[in-house]
Nanobody, 115 residues
Framework: QVQVMESGGGLVQPGGSLRLSCAASGIQFSLYAMKWYRQVPGNQRTLVAG???????NYATSVKGRFTISRDNAKNMTYLQMNSLKPEDTAVYYC?????????WGRGTQVTVSS
């Protein structure tokens, strides 16, 4: 059974840091692209960062230079290191696995940036 599960969200002050983790199971992880999205109530889910099987990464303009996506194929894990957090980064963050036409979403983890 394919599962994707996020962890690491929480409340942080502006300027602070958080690291989100995404654990995937039931898949040949090294073949999958892994992506982080976020969603604010009333808005569409938007792509934050992605990492391909070969390690190539891409980022939304709004997070470039502040967020870093990485993966550990030995542990079937994906990470999103978030630095210099801003109140506008507040959202539910979702992890998604993708391989050809197959994809799976996690349930999300809340990140709140507030003083």
């Amino acid at each position: 059974q394919v599962q994707v599960m996020e962890s690491g969200g929480g409340l942080v002050q502006p300027g602070g840091s958080l690291r989100l983790s995404c654990a995937a199971s039931g898949i040949q992880f090294s073949l999958y692209a892994m992506k982080w999205y976020r969603q604010v109530p009333g808005n569409q889910r938007t792509l934050v960062a992605g990492i391909e099987p070969d390690g190539n990464t891409n980022y939304a303009t709004s997070v470039k230079g502040r967020f870093t996506i990485s993966r550990d194929n030995a542990k079937n894990m994906t990470y999103l290191q978030m630095n210099s957090l801003k109140p506008e980064d507040t959202a539910v963050y979702y992890c998604k696995s993708e391989y050809r036409e197959t994809s799976r979403w996690g349930r999300g983890t809340q990140v709140t940036v507030s003083s």
